[in-house]
T-cell receptor, first 114, second 114 residues
């Protein structure tokens, strides 16, 4: 079956360090992957999207990579802050179509301590 | 940016009663909206795709007679949980949008059935 997996349930790091979260996919080739942030009791918020033909995408302190050989996307937060503490979700969609639902990984809960 | 408004934020109902959750796209039209359910410490699970002017498409294992979806206009989709039972207690989230600009999610509805 087509799977999207975030194997680390939790990640604890010190403020100022770089957080790296992993998303792996199996049995398919997604046209793009998306990353979302979810705070407790809230809906997810879109962060970044990376297409299969893009190696890297950046937005402020965030960076996403897409390695089609390893079937993996890495999500980095540089100079992490306690306010970055949240659950980060990786999601796939079938293509560039507004009518296609997202399928989410289980998420990684990041805790940044000061 | 695109905004999706979801109401109510939380609701407590008695077992056997029905609850309606509304999802509105405030500044854009959405021919398609998606409904997700999230249990504690788990990821979002797609329940159904709501299509304006036509029947919703339900995921395998989701009872369409229990979770009634109506998408009567381009800005409003509703999810009605009929004859709710304690096992229906969950966090329900809607979303719309998509493509390369990501999806916009509502703030979620916490349903507690007592």
């Amino acid at each position: 079956s087509q799977k999207i997996e975030q194997n680390s349930e939790a990640l604890n790091i010190q403020e100022g360090k770089t957080a790296t979260l992993t998303c792996n996919y199996t049995n398919y080739s997604p046209a793009y992957l998306q990353w979302y942030r979810q705070d407790p009791g809230r809906g997810p918020v879109f962060l970044l999207l990376i297409r299969e033909n893009e190696k890297e995408k950046r937005k402020e302190r965030l960076k996403v990579t897409f390695d089609t050989t390893l079937k993996q996307s890495l999500f980095h937060i540089t100079a992490s802050q306690p306010a970055d503490s949240a659950t980060y979700l990786c999601a796939r969609s079938g293509g560039n179509q507004a009518g296609t639902a997202l399928i989410f990984g289980k998420g990684t809960t990041l805790s940044v301590s000061s | 940016g695109a905004v999706v408004s979801q109401h109510p934020s939380w609701v407590i109902c008695k077992s056997g009663t029905s609850v309606k959750i509304e999802c509105r796209s405030l500044d854009f039209q959405a021919t398609t909206m998606f409904w997700y359910r999230q249990f504690p410490k788990q990821s979002l699970m797609l329940m159904a795709t709501s299509n304006e002017g036509s029947k919703a498409t339900y995921e395998q294992g989701v009872e369409k007679d229990k979770f009634l979806i109506n998408h009567a206009s381009l800005t409003l989709s509703t999810l009605t949980v009929t004859s709710a039972h304690p096992e229906d207690s969950s966090f329900y989230i809607c979303s719309a949008g998509g493509g390369f600009y990501g999806y916009t999610f509502g703030s979620g509805t916490r349903l507690t059935v007592v």
